[in-house]
């Protein structure tokens, strides 16, 4: 089924960009397009879609420990790269908060949305979190930039290919690890799971911060601290992006353990970065086996 969906989907691909081929470009006289990214994620992946692809330059917007654009405000500085980029590849379902604004400020800029046919779950941008939506975003991604880009669009399939081969094994690797704990229950830090959830087969029982940057209201403790309690939830996971106060907060008083899960959004825009969703997918499998076997 899934194979059925890639072929389908490599077919659309051809056909769009086939139909394209003559359209505009958002070249510079130069001839070098800069493609801006808005966070970590969307950096990530779309190194992979332009790696060795002459004339793209890629650029993230955000500091390497901004995490995610929840509630963001628009720097000075990030006005200037946006005022100088192309292209700007965006998460969207929500995420990029601002982004109306800049569709306003730049109606000339060329906007890549992601998550462009991602079914959201109630509503939450962090789609990026399963490996499927992150094949999906991938596929996206460079469907997109070939439409913007066609003088380059062999690479860029090619590139996605390779990269969702990678994707692809990195899932059933993960599958083989977490299928044998389907329906357990976890307990996260913020939202940015239901889709990982979803997609191995956890339950989300509770999320200690509701609210993104904000610390849990005492009430909110209280809540997580009598499901952790009545459901002989054994583990707790923050995010390196988020002080772990609150979780060990919980953890003294249900003696549920700490780990951490990563939801893929800080470190370095380098080239360097281009295997850091593998990464750091790899090791929350890891830290699940060992978390969920107690
Ligand atoms: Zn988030």
Redesign the pocket.
């Known amino acids: 089924m899934k194979k059925l969906a890639l072929i389908l989907s490599c077919l659309m691909l051809f056909f769009v960009c086939g139909c394209q081929r003559d359209g505009a470009t958002g070249e510079k006289a130069s001839g070098e397009i800069t493609v801006l990214t808005s966070f970590y994620p969307m950096y990530v992946a779309t190194i992979n879609i332009t790696d060795g692809v002459e004339g793209v330059k890629v650029v993230n917007m955000t500091q390497p420990q901004t995490?995610?654009?929840?509630d963001y405000q628009l720097t000075t500085q990030d006005m200037s790269l946006i005022e100088t980029a192309d292209v700007m590849v965006v998460n969207g379902g929500g995420?990029e908060s601002f982004l109306d604004k800049v569709i306003k400020q730049h109606p000339k800029l060329k906007l890549i949305d992601a998550s462009k046919d991602i079914p959201l779950l109630d509503d939450n941008?962090?789609v990026w979190v399963s490996i499927t939506n992150e094949i999906q975003q991938v596929k996206n991604i460079a469907a997109q930039l070939a439409e913007i880009d066609p003088k380059h669009k062999d690479q860029y399939e090619k590139n996605c290919a390779d990269y969702v081969a990678k994707l692809w094994k990195l899932q059933g690797d993960m599958h083989k690890q977490l299928d044998g704990f389907a329906g357990k229950k976890i307990i996260t830090f913020?939202?940015?799971f239901p889709y990982f959830a979803k997609e191995f087969n956890l339950e989300i029982a509770a999320v200690i911060d509701r609210e993104?940057g904000t610390e849990p209201t005492p009430k909110e403790l209280e809540e997580t601290i009598g499901i952790i309690k009545s459901s002989g939830i054994k583990a707790v996971f923050t995010e390196p992006?988020y002080s772990s106060g609150a979780a060990n907060t919980i953890a003294a008083e249900t003696g549920a353990v700490v780990y951490e899960l990563d939801?893929a959004?800080t470190g370095e825009a380098k080239p360097t970065a281009k295997d850091d969703y593998l990464k750091i997918m790899k090791k929350n499998a890891e830290t699940l086996v060992k978390a969920l076997a107690n």
């Open positions: 995490g995610c654009l929840h995420m941008p962090h913020h939202e940015a993104p992006q939801p959004v």
